[in-house]
């Protein structure tokens, strides 16, 4: 697992690196972008998940070659063969980018700082989180909260179905150790086979990362990327 603070890179040369390694369809969905801060944030998104790509691949970034699925997950398509997944979360301030040999991994990034309406959890969430989060005082349920929501994204992301999958169809159980999963009956999974992580990458973060185990559970570590 990796994380960028995308608002702290601003060396010019690593951003004209960033920018040389994109492929033209990359480029032009970064010019469309209306405001300077959309444009850095995808900018460095995808200079980061072509130069980490290229590490792990010894590839040459610019060479790399991604592919969307209807739902609008990346994968790689070129080198192939080469068994690495991925999966990638932004938000403003940050990029996150987790990596593995399973197929099936995802993750979130959001800002835990933004305002929280109620109303949003109980139409959204399951009835048993939203009643979780009812009976937390008020000053912890906007963490709690996006707790919740990045724990689900990132099993969601994972599942490579979209909301296709209904977020109120699973409920995330966060206790002192690790969270876990459990599914209504209308979900076709087994949550033993599930394992989550979480973390505060910066104060104003919540990130969660899902990911399927074959066997005994992987060690999720997160590191921060300094790409100059």
């Keep these: 697992m990796w994380y960028v603070r995308s608002d702290e890179v601003r060396d010019a040369a690593t951003l004209e690196r960033f920018a040389s390694l994109m ?43 991604f592919v969307a699925d209807r739902y609008g997950r990346p994968s790689l398509s070129h080198p192939s063969g080469s068994g690495l997944e991925f999966n990638i979360s932004h938000t ?14 995802g993750v979130d990034v959001e800002e835990a700082i933004r305002t929280v309406e109620p109303e949003l959890a109980r139409r959204f969430f399951s009835p048993e989180e939203a009643g979780a989060l009812d009976a937390l005082p008020e000053d912890a349920r906007r963490t709690r909260f996006f707790d919740y929501w990045t724990l689900k994204e990132a099993y ?73």
């Design 23 to 65: 492929a033209p369809e990359e480029r032009a969905r970064h010019d469309r972008f209306v405001f300077e801060k959309d444009r850095h944030l995808f900018l460095v998104t995808r200079g980061a998940i072509r130069t980490l790509v290229g590490r792990y691949l010894d590839a040459d970034p610019a060479a790399c070659a």
């Design 92 to 105: 403003a301030g940050l990029v996150a980018c987790a990596f593995a040999r399973e197929p099936e991994i």
């Design 156 to 228: 969601i992301k994972a599942r490579g179905m979209g909301l296709s999958l209904p977020l109120d169809g699973f409920t995330m159980q966060i206790g002192t150790d690790a969270a876990s999963i459990r599914f209504a009956p209308s979900i076709d999974d087994d949550p033993s086979t599930w394992q989550f992580a979480q973390f505060t990458p910066t104060p104003r973060h919540r990130l969660a990362v899902a990911v399927r185990r074959r066997g005994r559970d992987r060690g999720i570590r997160l590191r921060e990327f300094r790409p100059v």
